[in-house]
């Protein structure tokens, strides 16, 4: 479930994409050729472009650890629980929480 979720945010080849485009944005010297490129078919400056990429990688990281601290929380409660119903309550639980 939880991995659905991740996969959810984007395909592995955006993934790909948006970590090399993160890593163009932390970088302040050399090229940035992903970053100029979008700036270029936007029209906007190279800064106005960091920034966004910036704060974009920030708003996904925080919705993976999110999933992740779901994922570790469900399986320490499911190895916990008393009664496979229990584990079955909480397997759905988790399902409801990452659809949200």
Same mark, same amino acid.
């Given at each position: 479930? !939880? ?7 984007? =395909?592995?080849?955006?993934? $790909?994409?948006?970590? /090399?485009? /993160? ?6 010297? $050399?090229?940035?050729?992903?970053? @100029? ?7 906007? =400056? ?7 990429? !910036? @704060?974009?990688?920030?708003?996904? @990281? *925080? ?5 992740? =601290? *779901? ?5 320490? @409660?499911?190895?916990?629980? *008393? =009664? ?15 659809? /949200?």
């Amino acid at each position: 479930m !939880a991995e659905r979720a991740l996969r959810r945010l984007s =395909s592995p080849m955006k993934r $790909g994409l948006h970590a /090399a485009k /993160a890593e163009e944005a932390l970088r302040t010297e $050399g090229p940035r050729p992903l970053l @100029d490129a979008e700036a270029a078919a936007l029209g906007e =400056s190279v800064e106005v472009i960091v920034a966004r990429v !910036a @704060d974009q990688r920030k708003k996904y @990281d *925080a919705k993976c650890a999110k999933i992740e =601290s *779901a994922r570790i929380k469900a399986r320490a @409660d499911i190895r916990a629980a *008393a =009664s496979a119903a229990e584990q079955k309550r909480i397997v759905n639980q988790l399902s409801a929480d990452l659809q /949200a």
